[in-house]
Nanobody, 124 residues
Framework: QVQLVESGGGLVQAGGSLRLSCAASIRTFSSYNMGWFRQAPGKEREFVAAISWSGGRTYYADSAKGRFTISRDNAKNTVYLQMNSLKPEDTAVYYC?????????????????WGQGTQVTVSS
């Protein structure tokens, strides 16, 4: 059974940083592309960042470019999202997801597995 468990969320002031982690219980983790999505109250889930199975390619939403960095450690079955210069509009539940497509996708419905999410709250 595949499980994705996010951690690292919390309350931070605007301008601060957080590092989210997603631990995956997937035997073939290194064959999965991984993504981070977020969902704010009353809004649809939106793409934040994705990374290819090898870590060689990364993709970011415009809102994340220059502030967020996605990375992975295949030896630890873990994907990370380093978030810097946080803004109140970054407040949301952040989810990690796993996908076996050939290349990473920004489309949520194409992901095969999802974590339960971790809350990020940025105060002004």
């Amino acid at each position: 059974q595949v499980q994705l468990v996010e951690s690292g969320g919390g309350l931070v002031q605007a301008g601060g940083s957080l590092r989210l982690s997603c631990a995956a219980s997937i035997r073939t983790f290194s064959s999965y592309n991984m993504g981070w999505f977020r969902q704010a109250p009353g809004k649809e889930r939106e793409f934040v960042a994705a990374i290819s199975w090898s870590g060689g390619r990364t993709y970011y939403a415009d809102s994340a470019k220059g502030r967020f960095t996605i990375s992975r450690d295949n030896a630890k079955n873990t994907v990370y999202l380093q978030m810097n210069s946080l803004k109140p509009e970054d407040t949301a539940v952040y989810y990690c997801a796993a996908d076996r497509s050939i290349i990473p996708t920004i489309t949520a419905r194409k992901y095969d597995y999802w974590g339960q999410g971790t809350q990020v709250t940025v105060s002004s």
